[in-house]
């Protein structure tokens, strides 16, 4: 899968500054790894004249189909395994579809946002842009290609059919077209139009891209979606895409009109897609049930000192705020998007200096041992550990209990069991596209046990939302506390490193 992004300049304004807006050295290739294969980021030219970047994902089609089996065990449409796999032995790795557009977020993440720091009037400002993409699957057509790009601002949309085979033209063309686009456009808008565009003219179902898809579609949209002749159809095919023609998938549409007329913020969004019941009052969310959980637990422990690992967009870390006892609150995340929301959530930059004092957003990642992360009373894993793949968790295990080690762990993680109560949850369907599993109640305890008898810890377990007498709680929170030999052990270390 590939794509191009081309532009020109001259000696005042380069077009090599293209590199910093894409945040990507033109002088170097470079390779990211992302959940379906390898992208790669090149510059096949790079002159002050002219600068084309190119981004191509080798994907692993082994991967990619393992995904899938995983994902379509027991789900019913589409779930067995065979036709799942079968609908992997295609074009999948050549044609630029959805996974080029997770890819295209995944590698331009900074550009997508529109951010630059080193050059925010060019990243402002619209650029003189050539956009190729060689083999777009085009359902719908080249007509629906046409319509989809010519409201946007560009001053050349050219759809070309794709011959079958070069060599035997008489076999007629592909169900692909050739796009390219020329303009001036801003970097971002031409960015986010792809990233929401591509997956609209694939016709491949997947039921694993990731989270918060209205609230994605709402970012990449802005500017350019709510006023398209096409939204409609652009809406509903980008969402039934991600969800699959569910009830949820129905739900988030109503969201988006929602969030369209009302600017709607985009928790409540969160909170509606994947945490409303069916009751007639309004109930509480289960983050909150999820927060108050986590505090009472936290104060019982007797924590100051406080890390929330996975902290997304700092809704617990302003929780924590509010009680003074908090000292000190790190936030960790490892999305830069996640910690600018969480800043901006927190008011960080108008924040007093005592306030400011207590709270430090980083990002990291939790499978890689962090010494910044060492020294805590406590540390807060929440909905946390199902977004990472299963052999990634003994990894994540060994940096929060075996190096980062604080006196006392919170996990809290879906209760798939309960899966079954949520109204809007089709059959079989994991909470978020982006959780790579969701434990029963016995496998989580069977997880916990082994991770506590390791390290040294005792693991004690609280429902979290309404436990149910059959299925058991919507949430459940495992508290982690270091046995007082361990205790001992780290202050004799400590002595042991201050005599020396
Ligand atoms: N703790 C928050 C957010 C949960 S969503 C809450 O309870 O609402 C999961 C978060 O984990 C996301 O923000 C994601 O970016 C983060 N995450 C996933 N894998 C991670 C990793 N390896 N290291 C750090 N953060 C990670």
Not at 113 to 133: F, H, N, Q, T, Y
Not at 341 to 356: F, N, P
Not at 459 to 468: E, I, R, Y
């Amino acid at each position: 899968m590939f794509l191009t992004i081309g532009t020109t300049g001259t000696l005042e304004r380069p077009a090599t500054d293209l590199g910093f807006l894409l945040h990507k050295h033109p002088g170097r290739a470079q390779a990211f790894s992302t959940s379906h294969g390898t992208a790669h980021v090149f510059y096949p030219e790079a002159s002050a004249e002219r600068c084309t970047a190119a981004l191509l994902l080798e994907v692993d089609p082994v991967a990619l189909a393992l995904a899938l089996v995983r994902r379509g065990k027991g789900k019913g449409r589409g779930g067995a395994p065979d036709a799942a796999l079968a609908q992997y032995v295609n074009d999948r790795p050549y044609a630029a579809s959805s996974l080029l557009s997770v890819a295209l977020a995944t590698v331009f993440t900074s550009a997508l946002g529109g951010v630059c720091r080193s050059m925010p009037d060019r990243a402002g400002a619209p650029l003189p842009l050539r956009i190729e993409v060689p083999a777009l699957p085009a359902r719908g057509g080249a007509e629906l290609v046409r319509k989809l790009f010519a409201p946007l601002g560009w001053e050349r949309v050219e759809v070309g059919a794709v011959a079958l085979d070069e060599q035997f033209p008489e076999w007629g063309d592909s169900r692909y077209v050739r796009l390219v686009l020329e303009g001036e456009l801003r970097l971002a808008d031409a960015l986010r139009q792809l990233y929401v565009l591509l997956p609209v003219l694939d016709d491949a179902k997947h039921y694993w891209v990731a989270p918060d898809e209205v609230d994605k579609l709402l970012r990449a949209g802005e500017g350019w979606l709510a006023d398209h002749p096409e939204r409609p159809l652009i809406t509903r095919r980008y969402l039934s895409h991600r969800w699959g023609l569910t009830r949820q998938g129905d739900r988030a549409l109503e969201l988006v009109r929602l969030a369209e007329s009302d600017d709607l913020d985009v928790d409540s969004v969160d909170n509606a897609v994947d945490e409303s019941t069916d009751t007639e009052e309004k109930p509480v969310p289960l983050a909150e049930h999820r927060r108050t959980a986590i505090l009472e637990a936290l104060r019982g422990a007797g924590a100051h000192r406080v890390l929330d690992l996975g902290c997304g967009q700092g809704q617990l870390v302003q929780a924590l705020l509010k009680d003074v006892r908090f000292t000190e609150i790190v936030g960790v995340d490892v999305s830069m998007r996640a910690l600018t929301i969480a800043s901006r959530r927190l008011k960080l930059d108008r924040m007093g200096e005592r306030q400011a004092g207590r709270v430090t957003l980083q990002q990291g990642s939790l499978t890689y041992t962090d010494k910044r992360l060492k020294g805590y009373d406590a540390a807060v894993l929440s909905e946390v550990v199902e977004h990472l793949d299963l052999d990634r968790l003994p990894a994540l295990e060994y940096a929060v209990f075996g190096s980062a080690r604080p006196r006392t762990v919170l996990v809290t993680t879906p209760n798939v069991e309960y899966n079954v109560r949520w109204e809007t949850l089709p059959a079989g369907h994991v909470r978020h596209g982006d959780h790579r599993f969701e434990w029963t109640r016995a496998e989580f305890r069977e997880w916990a046990g082994k991770v506590a008898e390791r390290h040294g810890y005792t693991v004690a377990h609280l429902p979290v939302g309404p436990d149910d007498p059959e299925v058991g709680p919507p949430t459940q929170l495992a508290v982690f506390t270091l046995t007082d030999t361990e205790i001992d052990k780290k202050t004799d270390k400590k002595k042991e490193a201050e005599a020396a």
